[in-house]
């Protein structure tokens, strides 16, 4: 088995300036960092976990529950969490709830029994019932996308959703539409859709309940459904706000079977900026959600904690989105 000190002897340097490479604890020159990645990856060194973990107290490993991995919002989070983690040498145990809290409590109490280092939390819906649990935990415990009212007993980073309504709905504004249709995943986006109807109550038009159209999750085939609704209650929409970009690719699928043009005939705006709203026919215009940028802050605050042995304090940080403007969205006609 190739040792650290293969890899020291080979770079031409000490035992510890590999283990402060190999751990991203000390900072390296890049010429000698790049000497000590050379040497690893020549000799094909492999460092030993259990070893490291009895050495430093620790299990190099980040819990990590999320709602889901089949939403492309949470895909993209796991995704950059998982590689800061690998860029520290920590692996990532992953669970997701499911929309199941009895699921969530479990995972919850059985990351906490494997002795993780650090716990980070994505998504309030299923885990917002069992806060004692996470505030009791004597581990550091990071929020994130979280929706609902943050408590003030944890770290929470997260984005303002209440803003990413906003947003979606002054684009639409702006453009003169004044007959809008929210079709949404409640109550979990229910933030979202009070930044819609702020938006719109700027220029005096109220969305009422009845304009407000709920689907169980935020999938396409929900917006598809929603709009079936929407056409036979006789709503005369110049526009569609949709909750995330699933749903709204779904409503301008159901559109499009009806003989409706998008934008030329309703405009649609969703909220995530997943990938396949770029490549959507046409283009979807969306409220872009910062969620790289928020995965990267929550699991660096995890990895100071867990370096400097301390908990996260409390506190809330909120992230912006931005709107990004395509083809699916355009004044009003007629």
Known sequence: MVTMDDVARRAGVTKQTVSNVVRGRAVVSAETKAKVDEAIAALGYRPNLVARGLATGTTMS???????????????????VETLLEEHGYHLLLVTTRGDRDRAKR?????????????????????GAHLPLLEGLMLPVVLCAWETRPPDTLPV????????????????????????????????????VQ????????????????????????????????????????ERASCLLTSTDAIALGVMEALRHRGLRVPEDVSVVGIDDIPQAVHAHPPLTTVGLPKRRMARDATELLLNAIRDKQPVSPGLSLLSPEIVVRASSAPPTG
Request: zero cysteines; proline letters at 5%.
């Open 157 to 192: 980073i997260t984005v303002d959703y209440e803003k990413a309504g906003y947003l979606a709905g002054r684009h639409l504004r702006e453009l003169g539409h004044r007959r809008p249709v929210v079709v949404a995943e409640l109550p979990a986006h229910g933030t979202r």
């Open 62 to 80: 980040v819990g990590f529950i999320v709602p889901t991995i089949a939403n492309p919002f949470y895909s993209a989070v796991v995704e950059e």
């Open 107 to 127: 995972h919850l109490t059985l990351l906490s029994s494997r002795s993780v280092d650090a716990l980070l939390v994505a998504g309030d819906r299923d885990l």
């Open 195 to 234: 930044g819609m109807r702020r938006a719109f109550a700027t220029v005096g038009v109220k969305i009422p309940d009845e304009s407000v159209y709920s689907v169980p999750e935020s999938t396409s085939e929900a917006g598809y459904a929603a709009v079936q609704r929407v056409l036979s209650s006789g």
